[in-house]
């Protein structure tokens, strides 16, 4: 049996949560192509190729004209998008156009279709109808000026930024390189999603859900482990698991159990320990540590509400800051109801949130009775933060919310 360290000091919320950031190294940065690019942390400075627009653009089928012709205009040409720009040769005429196209030089005023009438090749503006000069002209470089900055390093890269990069010619883009993830789960009980399962045993559910929450905020597939509540076993799955990985996500064997194997299987594979236990409900024996190469190690404890927790509170903003994005997964929300207060720990509540027609966001708590109680958290949006106190939070109050 393997020997157990003397307990330490138990640490607040928000003492771990600088602990980890702190300690993590951050990842590099790689060149990909646009088409590999979305969802992935911009690493440069994005200026913009050229004027946006980069010429005077016709914003509505009609005619261009120069202001102050008059109201029946022969009709000279057509202009359409994706062709040089004509030239109005008579300030009495006109010039058909398409939106999108280049404003014809000589003309400084765009008729909407549906103010003329058109007959033999002559264009009537509608009786009492007074154009305004400039009118439905989207001028060159009105949107951005070339050479001015349009994203910034530590922006994820979404739809809109995707269409930046592509319309400023970007077609190759420097991004945070992606963690290599490992995740492995401990425990005798434990048996595959797909296989038999006995009354003693469980599905390995935490792992699942740990590796979609990783997919679905852009870190990738994570590769996955399991050992048995044993001191050998878990020794040498660890030791594959620490191989060539970033970061390590354990889940189970971090509490206070005879069977608890993992924070002394780390120590002694070189993983230093950073801290083991936060002053928090669920997730308490929560543990963190680095590897001999800079592995950032979270082990989680093994009840699976308390796993989501401590993945979504730690794991997910730590990824987050290593690749160097600036976006704050945490958001204030007002509490729906009364909240329990915990007098020394923080305690996290699933939520589900709604928004009123004033705008303002309510957290609507889902108490689980046990952080072994999963079942219902698919109908929830995530968990909200509630400080220690003595009294209940009242509804209304202001609380951190953080989303699966």
């Known amino acids: 049996m393997m020997s157990r360290p003397p307990q330490e000091t138990v640490l607040g919320v928000a003492e771990a949560e600088t602990l980890i950031r702190r300690t993590l190294h951050p990842l590099g940065t790689e060149r990909v192509a646009l088409g590999a690019a979305a969802g992935r942390i911009l690493r440069e400075t994005i200026t913009a190729e050229r004027d946006q627009p980069p010429y005077d653009r016709v914003m509505m089928d009609g005619i261009a004209l120069r202001h102050g012709a008059p109201a029946r205009l022969p009709i000279l040409g057509t202009q359409r998008a994706g062709m040089a720009a004509l030239s ?141 509540d044993d001191p050998d076993a878990t020794m040498a799955v660890m030791t594959r698991a620490l191989a060539e990985r970033d970061v390590v996500i354990l889940s189970g064997g971090v509490s206070m159990g005879d069977f608890d194997y993992v924070p002394q299987a780390l120590e002694q ?93 309510f957290a609507h708590l889902l108490p689980v009775p046990t952080s072994g109680d999963f079942n219902h958290l698919g109908s929830t949006d995530g968990i909200v933060e509630i400080p220690p106190g003595d009294a209940a939070a009242p509804a209304g109050s202001a609380v951190t919310f953080h989303g699966w």
Not at 143 to 159: F, Q
Not at 283 to 300: D, K, N, T
Not at 352 to 357: E, G, K, M, Q, Y
């Open 88 to 228: 109005l040769t008579d300030p009495a005429g006109c010039i058909e156009t398409m939106t999108g196209a280049m404003c014809p030089a000589g003309t400084d005023t765009i008729v909407p279709v549906e103010r003329i009438t058109r007959v033999d090749g002559v264009a009537t503006l509608e009786s009492g109808y007074t154009p305004v000069p400039g009118q439905f002209i989207h001028r060159r470089g009105s949107d951005c000026r070339a050479g001015e900055a349009l994203l910034s390093p530590g922006t994820r890269l979404h739809a809109p930024a995707l269409a930046v990069l592509a319309g400023n010619g970007v077609a190759e883009v420097a991004v945070s390189r992606r963690p290599r993830l490992a995740i492995l789960s401990t425990g005798d009980e434990l048996v595959p999603v797909d296989g038999p399962v006995r009354v003693w045993e469980i599905r390995r559910s935490n792992e699942e859900a740990i590796a979609a929450s990783l997919v679905l905020h852009g870190f990738g597939q994570a590769e996955r482990f399991w050992a048995p």
């Open 269 to 361: 594979l070189g993983v230093r320990r950073i801290f083991h236990r936060v002053a928090q409900r669920p997730g308490r024996p929560l543990w963190f540590g680095l590897g001999p190469q800079g592995q950032a190690v979270f082990a989680l404890p093994g009840n699976p509400v308390s796993a989501m927790t401590c993945f979504t509170r730690y794991v997910l903003p730590a990824l987050t800051a290593a690749e160097g994005g600036t976006e704050s997964r945490a958001v204030p929300v007002a509490l729906a109801e009364d909240a329990p207060r915990l007098p020394d720990l923080t305690r996290f509540m699933p939520a589900r949130l709604t928004h009123a027609a004033s705008g303002q966001t």
